[in-house]
């Protein structure tokens, strides 16, 4: 670990990500970079690294996910700082209640939430590529936070932005849902529904990765926290709340919702890669809609139509 770079997404205090970045300051890497869109909340949690850990190089990067140019502007300050990269962890996620776009007017968490960290991998992959190059094979990887909740609904590639537009019954969500899970707002919003599909995004993007990285030493999963007390719901009203507290039977400390992404980076088993979900720090079944390769490339070609190039590692 002390030679290695670590970049983790997502970083504030109190959250999934703090556990994360502050496990990996633990075992000494030789840079950690932690992301995040509020710089006083990273600085925060770097200053509490920089306590407790003084001999690790810590770096804090500014991004907001919602926006393709600020992506591009932190892709640009980590090359800055590292010339090779180990382990990238895209742990940044958010919720939201009522309909928001991205700067470039995608709905706003399949724009965040996977449109962002496509690009920004894309943008680091020449680190992680020059990274792989040194190291054993499978050892650099792709770690990307989905949640069980991807189950509640496939990618709407015909109505990705949730704008009204019919969509096939293979892009409908779960049919059975409770009612806080399937609220639909005035303007056809559909807030849960809206999170799932990007969150099967996040599955999605690491069939992609697994089936194209392997020759190039470099591995990929998808990981579930778990129920974690954050504020990543701070948005959500009481009626989601309550509905998501019902079909959560553990809530997790931020140490324990960090432990699947510390086991998906680290483990030297995972190295040939086993597997493609994890959750509670075992493999675990994903939805098969999540599974399906061609579904995975057809995400692949939408995103790259939505950054406006292609991110081609075939």
Same mark, same amino acid.
């Given at each position: 670990m002390q030679s290695c770079a670590i970049l983790i997404t997502g970083v504030a205090p109190d959250g999934v990500g703090e556990g994360t970045a502050m496990a &990996?300051? +633990? $075992? @000494?890497?030789?840079?950690?970079?932690? /992301? +995040? @869109?509020?710089?006083?909340?990273?600085?925060? /949690?770097?200053?509490?690294?920089?306590? @407790?850990?003084?001999?690790?190089? /810590?770096?804090?990067?500014?991004?907001?996910?919602?926006?393709?140019?600020?992506?591009?502007?932190?892709? %640009?300050?980590?090359?800055? !700082?590292?010339? *090779?990269?180990?382990?990238l962890i895209n742990n940044a996620g958010a919720t939201y209640h009522h309909r928001q776009w991205t700067a470039e007017g995608i709905e706003i968490q399949f724009g965040a939430n996977h449109i962002g960290p496509f690009l920004f991998t894309k943008l680091l992959f020449p680190l992680l590529e020059a990274a792989a190059k040194s190291s054993l094979p499978g050892s650099t990887r792709i770690i990307n936070l989905s949640s069980n909740g991807h189950r509640l609904s496939p990618v709407r590639f015909h109505d990705y932005n949730f704008e009204g537009k019919e969509i096939p019954e293979e892009e409908r969500p779960f049919s059975n849902l409770p009612p806080a899970f399937a609220k639909v707002?005035?303007?056809?919003?559909?807030? *849960?529904?809206?999170?799932? $599909?990007?969150? *099967? %995004?996040?599955?999605? &993007?690491? !069939?992609?990765? $697994?089936?194209?990285?392997?020759?190039?030493?470099? *591995? +990929?999963? %998808? !990981?579930?926290?778990?129920?974690?007390t954050t504020h990543l719901g701070r948005q959500h009203d009481e009626e989601t709340a309550d509905a998501i507290s019902k079909v959560s039977d553990y809530w997790k400390t931020i140490d324990e919702g960090a432990a699947t992404s510390l086991v998906a980076a680290l483990d030297p088993k995972l190295s040939d890669c086993q597997g493609l979900y994890m959750s509670n720090c075992q493999f675990s079944g994903a939805a098969d809609f999540a599974k399906d390769y061609e579904t995975a490339t057809r995400l692949w070609h939408l995103s790259e139509e939505l950054i406006g190039e292609k991110f081609a590692i075939e």
């Amino acid at each position: 670990m002390q030679s290695c770079a670590i970049l983790i997404t997502g970083v504030a205090p109190d959250g999934v990500g703090e556990g994360t970045a502050m496990a &990996f300051a +633990s $075992q @000494r890497p030789k840079n950690l970079l932690l /992301v +995040s @869109r509020t710089l006083k909340k990273i600085e925060a /949690v770097a200053s509490s690294i920089r306590a @407790r850990y003084p001999e690790v190089s /810590v770096k804090v990067i500014i991004m907001d996910l919602a926006s393709q140019a600020s992506i591009r502007k932190a892709a %640009a300050a980590v090359a800055e !700082v590292i010339d *090779t990269l180990d382990i990238l962890i895209n742990n940044a996620g958010a919720t939201y209640h009522h309909r928001q776009w991205t700067a470039e007017g995608i709905e706003i968490q399949f724009g965040a939430n996977h449109i962002g960290p496509f690009l920004f991998t894309k943008l680091l992959f020449p680190l992680l590529e020059a990274a792989a190059k040194s190291s054993l094979p499978g050892s650099t990887r792709i770690i990307n936070l989905s949640s069980n909740g991807h189950r509640l609904s496939p990618v709407r590639f015909h109505d990705y932005n949730f704008e009204g537009k019919e969509i096939p019954e293979e892009e409908r969500p779960f049919s059975n849902l409770p009612p806080a899970f399937a609220k639909v707002h005035d303007d056809g919003y559909m807030p *849960t529904i809206a999170y799932a $599909q990007s969150k *099967t %995004a996040n599955v999605l &993007f690491t !069939v992609y990765l $697994q089936k194209h990285l392997k020759p190039r030493g470099i *591995t +990929s999963y %998808a !990981v579930h926290p778990g129920s974690v007390t954050t504020h990543l719901g701070r948005q959500h009203d009481e009626e989601t709340a309550d509905a998501i507290s019902k079909v959560s039977d553990y809530w997790k400390t931020i140490d324990e919702g960090a432990a699947t992404s510390l086991v998906a980076a680290l483990d030297p088993k995972l190295s040939d890669c086993q597997g493609l979900y994890m959750s509670n720090c075992q493999f675990s079944g994903a939805a098969d809609f999540a599974k399906d390769y061609e579904t995975a490339t057809r995400l692949w070609h939408l995103s790259e139509e939505l950054i406006g190039e292609k991110f081609a590692i075939e």
